[in-house]
């Protein structure tokens, strides 16, 4: 089993910024893609971006060129920095990771994140 926390979520007014990290632990071996997924109310679930162990990044295009999505491989740590925030990326935001074709398969119980003036 892989662990994840999430932490860094909060209430920010529309353009400001937060960086949301993700800690994993267990039994690490099993994971080489980590990424955040998000849900608004009422919404499904989405990818926002993902990152391999071997640095491969993809985002969704509603975030491409706001967010950051980057690993810490010496604390087993990805972070997403967040900029210029919108009222639209109101969520709770999940960390998740998985090897191969298995990914997504472990989630974490995700970090609330609210833009509104």
């Known amino acids: 089993q892989v662990q994840l926390l999430e932490s860094g979520g909060g209430s920010v007014q529309p353009g400001g910024s937060l960086r949301l990290s993700c800690v994993a632990s267990g039994r690490l071996q099993s994971i080489d893609i980590m990424g955040w997924y998000r849900q608004a109310p009422g919404g499904q679930r989405e990818m926002v971006a993902v990152i391999s162990y071997a640095g491969n990044t993809n985002y969704h295009d509603f975030v491409r060129g706001r967010f950051i999505i980057s690993r810490n491989s010496a604390k087993d740590t990805i972070y997403l920095q967040t900029t210029n925030l919108r009222e639209m990326d109101t969520a709770v935001y999940y960390c998740?990771?998985?090897?191969?074709?298995?990914?997504?398969?472990?989630w974490g119980q995700g970090t609330q994140v609210t833009v509104s003036s």
């Open positions: 998740n990771a998985g090897r191969g074709i298995s990914y997504p398969r472990y």
